[in-house]
Structure formats: structure tokens, C-alpha cells
């Protein structure tokens, strides 16, 4: 996959003291100068947490053999973790300011840890798996980069598999390079001709291991000068935003370390705002507990909307949500936004939001101050906007505040437990939720409903969007006939006075009833087709309530509600709706 950079790489190393540098060209500790650390854009680099790491070194023993996985990630050392581009989870590991692998998780295959040159060299000592040695004759030719051929392998672990991560050895038993498995270990050995390895990386690492011992209030200590400049530099626009937009301020509390940040930086500012917390209804319990827990340590007052069964509800209309077809955001948490917000706050708000410009493209392009456009009433800020998270973690560690559970288990954001954007390679979490057995029977229900095989539930195909689950609910026929576009299906009187209220919302004057069956000489019979979609399938998640400029829509019952009294036929609700969204 391609480079995706969204901001400056930040990250540097001071190789006196072992600690992680951001930005700074002089460790804030020894005084010393820092080196810049070459990771794979777009950088937003985080901790490793023990949970995580033990996680990591089981791996490395169960690849390379045991001892090896201490031996690349010293327990007395710190350990940064950089989120690359991959089809799932994979982070780079960085080790003594050296990036020495990487720990991926690829559908289908499973986790695996993928060494570079020097990490391959701090593994030696105790290597046993997963190597092959090339002959005196042989090995010059892969340091110049040639694949290990059957003739040239002087040894070989014999139960090597094909597509096994290979360390290759030269006849002295230094690393030479690191590759991929063609063949068994035993048919390496075989004496015939052919390709035993694909070559991935070659030549001889230069690597020095650094004196351990290292903790992150270290890390915190040499990094204090860049801290109390973003720190100064972030409150000093929490009191500017404030002061130019002129509303009541409300802090987007998540349950994540980005929003924790915010908490802490407001309190900096000395500001106590109120705390608008969406409960999506599938969050992870450890997540619901903790919110609790930091909103009455910091006597928060606290604006919940629960969206309870929503995403339940949703997923019989649209199927389960995907990367590319995230109805679940809408429904489970900007509708909900939107009402608390025009309850709470009907003059509009500020809110203070943990974005940044690491985490995706769509972030990186906004500004610090915006709109969103599904949360009408509702102006965005975000005083770490050009934060990575390893800043974010460095000034939650210097405020000593407790942070999330969920984190030391591995997970680098937190969020709703079944996200489709979320990677496969935390799904170990999603699978102890106890609604997991509830999703597992809604993805093969679903699978049948489109006619797709287990592949599509299993292999986790269900992240993203198939057209098929398109066609599946429409709950209505469409027939074009000479001038007139009619449109039939098997509805109830609710259902049918439901789809009267919307077509007399927007689409007045266009149709008729005629035995029971609604025709239109609409070109197309779009706006017909629009409002029954959105009759039908409204699931009440409260996005047209704040776009209503006459009031006259209310959520009963789960449904939105029209009040023909009140409605202008502006059309306005129908603009951002998220079932015309995802239809």
C-alpha cells in the first residue's frame, strides 16, 4: 500500500538517554542531540503497552524460538509503536530509536511479526526456528540481493513451510537477509534445482544495542519543553475559540485517550464544561465503566443520549454496517448528538472534539474550527488537531490521569466494540463483548438475506459494502407504466399512513392513492420513491429534527413524526437523512 502522509513525522530519538523525542532537535533531559526516526508515514506513533507487548514477544518465540521475543523487545526498555498502511492491523516496533519489525495481522493468515535486518541480528543469539544457511560460495550473491537458490543452501530448519518469514544465514551464521519460504525446509535440502527463498531484504544490519532501564516518566521529563509549548499553545486557543464563537462550550467525551486529552487541557485552561456523552448502545462495557468513573472524579456534569437499541434496529433496515457504508454513525450517534443537542442547547454549541489529523485523510483535511453538517446547531473544535498520539499519551503520563483499560490490551482506538473501521486483528476484544453470539446470528441472517456465502460472514467481507444489501429491504415494487411511475408493496394502514405524511412532507401535489397502490407522473418518480424510502425505513435517529426550521418534527416511538400544522414543505429534513444516505 502506498505512503499516506497527513502531517509531519515527528518523531525523533535521543540515543544518550534511550527515550522517544517529538520534534525536539535537543533531548529536554541531557541536552544532547536527537535523532530523526525513520518511520513509515503518516506516523501517529503511540506506546507500547505490556499487555500488548508480551502479546508481541509470544509471537516472535513461536517464529524465531524461544528467548527471541525479549531479546527484540527488552522488557527494560521502551517500545513505540507506529500505525502503518496495511489491509489490517500492523504497526512498525521501535526499538533504541531503530525500527526493528513489524507485528501485522492479515485476514485469513493470522498474526505474524515481520523482522527488518536489525531486528533479525538482536534474535541470533537465540534463534532456532524459521532459518536457512547459505554455503561459502553462495552468500555474496544474496547480499547483492539474488533469491537463496536449492544449490547454495548449506542448512536448513527442516520444518520450514512454504511462506514461512525466513531468517537467511551466511556461512559464519551472520544475517545476510530476511525472506519468504518457497518450499519445505526438507525440500530446500533436497540437492535438485529451483528457488528455495524469496529474498525480502538483504545485507549485513548495523545495529548497537542501547543501556535499558528507561520508563515513560523519563520520557515525559525529556520531552517537557515541546509539552509545555503545545500545552501553552492549546490552551491558548481553547479561551480564543471560546471568546470568538460565543456559545455555551461542552467537551465530546468518548471514553478514548484523545478526549481524555481535551478534559485535561481544559482544566488547564481552567474551564469546567459540561460533558456530552453518546452512549451508541454497543460500546464495551470497560469503556462505559470508565466514563462513569472520570466524570465523577472530575465532578463533570454530564449530558447523556443513549441510543439503546438503534444500531439493532438499523441493521434489520440496512444490514450490518461497513467501512464504506457507515449508516451506524448516523443512526447510533449524530442523530442522537443532534437531539441532545437541540434539547440541551437550542441556541447552538461549542464542543470541544479529540480529532486529529493522524488518524485519516478526512481529518487531516478539516481545520480546527468546522461545522458538521449532520450535527446542525454544533461547531467543532479541536485543540490537537496536529497531535499524534504519542503527544496525546506523553501529557496524559505527565498529568498522572488514569486512561482506559482497553488500551493496555492492545487496542490504539477505542470505539463502538463491532466498528467495521476497526481491524480484524482486535476482534479478540470484540468476541468477549456479550452481545457477540446477537452479531454472529445477525451477520448469518443478513448472509442469507443476500444470498452471499460464509466467506462474506467469516472472513470478515461483511466490512464492506455489497450491493446486494441494497436490494433486499425496499419494502415496495416500482413499475413504470406509460406517463406514470406506480409504486405497490404488502403495507399496513400504519405503514400506509406513514408513507402519506412523508409524501405530503415533500412531495405534495405529485402523487395519488389509487386502491391502495401510489402513482406519480413525476419525472422518474424520484421524490415519490425518496419518501417512501424514508417513511418505511425511518429508523428516528433525530438528524431531520435539527433541520426542521419550523419545528415541526418529533421522534415517537422510535419514527420521525411530521406535524402537518406546523410543516412548510421546505424539504429541508429530507437533506440529510440518513436513510437517503445509504438507499
Not at 560 to 576: E, F, M, T, W
Amino acid at each position: 500500500m502506498g505512503l499516506v502522509r497527513l502531517g509531519k513525522l515527528h518523531l525523533r530519538w535521543c540515543m544518550n538517554c534511550n527515550l522517544p523525542i517529538l520534534e525536539l532537535s535537543k533531548c529536554g533531559t541531557c541536552g544532547s542531540e536527537t535523532v530523526q526516526v525513520q518511520v513509515t508515514p503518516p506516523g501517529d506513533v503511540r506506546p507500547g503497552f505490556k499487555e500488548e507487548l508480551n502479546f508481541i514477544r509470544s509471537l516472535v518465540d513461536h517464529q524465531f524460538g524461544e528467548g527471541c521475543g525479549e531479546l527484540l523487545l527488552p522488557k527494560d526498555k521502551l517500545v513505540v509503536l507506529n500505525k502503518t498502511p496495511y489491509i489490517d492491523k500492523m504497526d512498525e516496533l521501535v526499538v533504541d530509536g531503530i525500527p526493528i519489525g513489524a507485528f501485522r495481522y492479515t485476514p485469513g493468515e493470522g498474526f505474524q511479526v515481520i523482522l527488518r535486518l536489525e531486528g533479525a541480528e538482536r534474535i541470533l543469539p537465540s534463534l532456532k526456528e524459521s532459518w536457512l544457511q547459505m554455503d561459502e560460495d553462495a552468500h555474496m550473491f544474496i547480499l547483492k540481493g539474488a533469491n537463496p537458490l536449492k544449490p547454495g543452501i548449506a542448512d536448513a530448519r527442516p520444518d520450514i513451510r512454504p511462506g514461512d518469514e525466513l531468517v537467511i544465514l551466511d556461512f559464519e551464521r551472520k544475517v545476510i537477509g530476511l525472506g519468504k519460504a518457497k518450499c519445505t525446509g526438507l525440500e530446500m535440502l533436497d540437492g535438485s534445482k529451483g528457488m528455495g527463498a524469496k529474498i525480502r531484504l538483504h545485507g549485513r544490519p548495523e545495529t548497537s544495542p542501547l543501556p535499558g532501564g528507561q520508563t515513560w516518566v523519563d520520557a515525559v521529563e525529556a520531552n517537557a519543553p515541546m509539552l509545555d509549548r503545545r500545552i501553552t499553545k492549546a490552551v491558548e486557543f481553547i479561551h480564543n475559540v471560546i471568546g470568538n464563537v460565543g456559545k455555551p462550550y461542552a467537551l465530546s467525551f468518548s471514553g478514548g485517550k484523545d478526549s481524555l486529552a481535551l478534559l485535561l487541557l481544559l482544566e488547564d485552561a481552567a474551564i469546567k464544561p459540561d460533558v456530552l456523552f453518546m452512549d451508541t448502545g454497543i460500546e464495551f462495557p470497560e469503556t462505559l465503566e470508565y466514563v462513569d468513573r472520570i466524570m465523577e472524579k472530575h465532578g463533570l456534569k454530564v449530558h447523556t443520549f443513549r441510543a439503546g437499541e438503534a444500531y439493532w434496529k438499523g441493521a434489520e433496515h440496512f444490514g450490518p454496517s461497513a467501512k464504506n457504508y457507515r449508516w451506524c454513525c448516523k443512526v447510533c450517534k449524530l442523530g442522537p448528538a443532534t437531539r441532545l443537542i437541540k434539547e440541551t442547547y437550542p441556541d447552538g454549541v461549542l464542543t470541544f472534539i479529540g480529532q486529529r489529523r493522524y488518524e485519516s485523510q478526512q481529518r487531516a483535511d478539516k481545520s480546527r474550527v468546522w461545522k458538521n453538517p449532520w450535527v446542525p446547531g454544533q461547531i467543532g473544535a479541536s485543540p490537537i488537531q496536529d497531535w499524534t498520539a504519542l503527544h496525546v499519551w506523553l501529557y496524559i503520563f505527565k498529568k498522572g490521569e488514569e486512561f482506559n483499560p482497553l488500551y493496555e490490551k492492545g487496542m490504539d482506538r477505542i470505539g463502538c466494540w463491532l466498528c467495521p473501521a476497526g481491524d480484524l486483528g482486535e476482534w479478540e476484544m470484540a468476541e468477549k463483548h456479550p452481545d457477540f453470539p446477537r452479531f454472529m446470528e445477525l451477520l448469518e441472517r443478513s448472509r442469507q438475506t443476500y444470498g452471499l456465502d460464509k466467506v462474506w460472514a467469516e472472513k470478515g467481507d461483511w466490512r464492506i459494502k455489497n450491493e446486494k444489501r441494497l436490494l433486499a429491504r425496499l419494502a415496495f415494487e416500482v413499475e413504470c407504466s406509460g406517463e406514470e411511475t406506480v409504486f405497490s408493496g404488502n403495507w399496513t394502514q400504519t405503514q400506509k399512513n406513514e408513507i402519506t405524511m412523508m409524501l405530503d412532507t415533500t412531495c405534495s401535489g405529485k402523487y395519488r392513492w389509487e386502491n391502495g397502490i401510489v402513482h406519480t407522473s413525476d419525472e422518474n418518480g424520484t421524490c415519490v420513491k425518496e419518501a417512501m424510502l424514508r417513511a418505511l425505513h425511518c429508523m428516528g435517529c433525530g438528524v431531520c429534527t435539527g433541520y426542521c426550521p419550523a419545528g415541526a418534527i418529533e421522534i415517537m416511538d422510535g419514527k420521525a413524526v411530521i406535524d402537518p400544522k406546523k410543516c412548510i414543505h421546505c424539504g429541508k429534513c429530507a437533506s440529510k437523512c440518513a436513510v437517503m444516505e445509504f438507499y
